[in-house]
């Protein structure tokens, strides 16, 4: 090399920054960097990027935990769950149906789902039994401690209850919502803001339990969680 090369070669590049602060390395690969991009991304916002998780053979949509992380584009993964909807129970005389659910349409819906005796009653504050709890059509009206129920609250017990006879009548194709699942739902959302899923610790709120409890009766055309209904 000449005196002239020598001269016009770049010397040493000082970092400002320090070591520290040195550029990463071209041969740094694409999986570490995707790695540490990952790692800086709220978990929460991945909930609706996952596809509907099954659980033992139950269809995703047909457990709370499953329903909540299901993808918003993707409703065709929903399943029937095999519930029966309000209109079925409630369209049919107490003793008109065989199975386990033709008796529990009388069982008092304070009874089923764990609330003082009386708490919840019909328009002549009588027993409000799951055949009433279920029933529309000039049967509407439901009275907690003798002031009528939010229309919110009224599809809560009807949705509820028709969820609580289709899981004793075996309806249900899998073995979820489990009817403890049921009860749980039904009286959080009815004694507070939300239900918490055991499982995932996500938060429904009365419109998202009234979703998941609809969705899971009559087919797939309840499935439908696109208008805030989750609360994180």
């Known amino acids: 090399m000449t005196e002239h090369e020598r001269n016009q070669a770049p010397g040493p590049h000082h970092d400002a920054n320090g070591p520290d602060h040195a550029a990463p390395s071209r041969g740094m690969s694409r999986r570490r960097f995707g790695q540490a991009a990952l790692g800086s ?40 769950c095999g519930g029966e909807s309000p209109g079925h129970w409630g369209n049919h005389s107490p003793q008109g149906q065989g199975g386990g659910a033709g008796a529990a349409k009388s069982v008092d819906f304070n009874r089923a789902f764990g609330f003082a005796d009386s708490e919840f009653t019909n328009s002549e504050g009588e027993s409000l039994d799951l055949n009433y709890a279920t029933s529309g059509r000039g049967k509407d009206i439901v009275e907690r401690n003798f002031v009528e129920v939010t229309d919110k609250e009224r599809k809560v017990i009807r949705f509820g209850s028709a969820a609580y006879m289709s899981r004793i009548d075996n309806k249900y194709t899998s073995d979820r919502p489990t009817r403890e699942e049921i009860i749980d739902m039904v009286k959080a959302v009815l004694d507070g803001d939300y239900y918490q899923i055991p499982s995932t610790g996500d938060e429904l709120t009365i419109d998202g339990v009234i979703a998941f409890l609809k969705n899971t009766q009559s087919g797939k055309q309840g499935f439908n969680k696109d208008s805030g209904l989750v609360n994180f």
Do not use: F, I, K
């Open 41 to 80: 991304v709220p978990v929460l916002m991945t909930l609706y990027s996952n596809p509907l998780r099954a659980s033992s053979g139950t269809p995703g949509n047909c457990h709370p935990s499953g329903w909540v992380s299901g993808n918003t584009s993707q409703h065709g993964e929903a399943e029937d």
